[in-house]
Nanobody, 119 residues
């Protein structure tokens, strides 16, 4: 019912920047919370940043001051601007959304996009 597609990942040098996008499509009436998670090899998936429908945000301590989450409700799209990237930011980044589609609330995940920070 709802599809989430991430884009914008890639290889970047330490100190560089990337912007991730997550586009939601389907029979969507409303999207409440949208979040970015990441999972590094051998580690558990962790919350990176969260944004509510009204624009309130929350960040993991490890990315505060470097990452900025935003969304365009009209386009059902979320973004993650990542600056001052570090090797420890290397992970697969996943988009997550709580969405109302065809009268049913559901939790949805994207397929993930790889971010590699290396010189």
């Amino acid at each position: 019912q709802v599809q989430l597609v991430e884009s914008g990942g890639g290889l970047v040098q330490p100190g560089g920047s990337l912007e991730l996008s997550c586009a939601a499509s389907g029979s969507i009436s409303r999207i409440n919370e949208m979040s970015w998670y990441r999972q590094a090899p051998g580690k558990q998936r962790e919350l990176v940043a969260l944004i509510t429908f009204g624009g309130n945000t929350n960040y993991a301590d490890s990315v505060k001051g470097r990452f900025t989450i935003s969304r365009d409700n009209a386009k059902n799209t979320m973004y993650l601007q990542m600056n001052s990237l570090k090797p420890e930011d290397t992970a697969v980044y996943y988009c997550y959304a709580v969405a109302l589609a065809r009268g049913v609330w559901g939790n949805y995940w994207g397929q993930g996009t790889q971010v590699t920070v290396s010189s």
